[in-house]
């Protein structure tokens, strides 16, 4: 059978009246769940494949998806974004940063403009049969296979997704690494990029950066520039919002502003994936960075018996 047989079978239905999918796609692959939508209630002009990680659903998260605008005959596997609830973690700064967005290929697309282009194909259909180009040359079943695998595996590496072993330690996933990174952040501290800029504050053999207790909350880190001696507040985005970060790291920024006299106090947020929010917030808090830390893990998909 063609290795895409079900995106020939997407295509084909896409040109009917036909909304149901039920028992016509399958439902996962690698891992991840599969969604296809020709509309509701009457067919779209965009009709979509998604595949979903945990957690993630296509009114709101973000994963790999075909979308195909039915007008214009392309297909374009995208770095798919939500757009009922835009989620409040998405695709790598570099992504963001990169990549074309849908709106930038197609001219007032109907739909999911905001999306980032991977791989886009001209369509055609003869006698029943689903060809493919890019740039006007043929693309095979294989080179579109290989497309959608790169996309998933990319996506796997920003969601860190675990395979499906309970007993896995992958399974924990960022949750997991989340809790310990602050330890291994302080035990390896001369090995960071921090410890080439910062020290760590101890008193009399105490060390009293991890956790630097103040009347409105502990600190995660705090530390001093090596140079200047002004002091850094290091916060971790755990499990909370961009905007409950970005208000923590000031107001405990303020604090030490005015308790322990430093004007030039500055702050530092570390996060597992790139978030737009924070991005704005950036750009105008000038004396608050944003570290992304990496997580490199193995990952092999998981083969049910």
Known sequence: MNKIEFLNNFILQSSTGNLKTKDLYPIEKENLQIKVSFGMGTPTHVPWISFLGPGM????????????YKNEEILILAYGISETVIPEETWTYEIHNSCKKISELIESPFRYGNSYVFKYYETKVTNGLVSYCCDGKEISSETMTTDLGSLINKYKSCLDIAVKDETSSLSKGLFY???????????????????KKYDL??????????QYRTP????DILAKDKISKDYV????KRNQTSDD????VTRYMGWVQDNLKNEGVKGIIVSGKYDEKLYYAQKIVKN?????????????EYKKN
């Open 57 to 68: 659903s296509t009114s709101n998260g973000f994963y790999p998806v075909y979308l195909f």
């Open 177 to 195: 690494m989340e809790q310990q990174l602050e330890d291994f952040i302080i035990e390896n501290w001369e090995k960071t990029e921090f410890g």
């Open 201 to 210: 504050i101890i008193e009399e053999g105490i060390l009293k950066s991890q």
């Open 216 to 219: 409105i909350g502990n600190i």
């Open 233 to 236: 507040v290091i916060e971790l």
């Open 245 to 248: 970060t970005v208000g923590q």
């Open 288 to 300: 608050v960075e944003v570290f992304l830390y990496e997580v490199n893990f193995k990952l092999n």
